[in-house]
């Protein structure tokens, strides 16, 4: 079983559900998956968790949103603003 970015997921040992979205996979070999879960009754967020993918138990299908612009370290550096 391949955890993907996206999938709704369980951790079978605390019971704790959510979406997973970051991967993490260290030198040791150890992967673990930051796993998202819903926002509570008042709508309010909850903090999101890394759990070992090994814990996890897929739930749901995966969604993905679109990419309309580079993020992170390789994105395009804005352009200086000179007064």
């Known amino acids: ?4 970015l996206g ?3 369980q951790d079978v040992i605390s019971g704790y559900k959510g979406r997973v ?3 993490m996979e260290y030198i040791t070999g150890c992967k673990q998956a930051l ?3 819903r926002v509570d009754e008042k709508g309010e967020m909850r903090d999101p968790h ?3 993918v090994d814990r996890l ?7 993905s949103l679109p ?3 580079p993020a992170g370290p390789s994105a395009p550096t804005p352009p200086e603003r000179h007064s």
């Open 7 to 9: 999938q709704e997921v």
């Open 67 to 69: 990419i309309t612009a």
């Open 21 to 23: 979205t970051g991967l």
């Open 50 to 52: 890394y759990v070992d």
């Open 35 to 37: 796993v998202t879960p």
């Open 1 to 4: 079983m391949e955890i993907k």
């Open 57 to 63: 138990v897929i739930m749901g299908e995966a969604i």
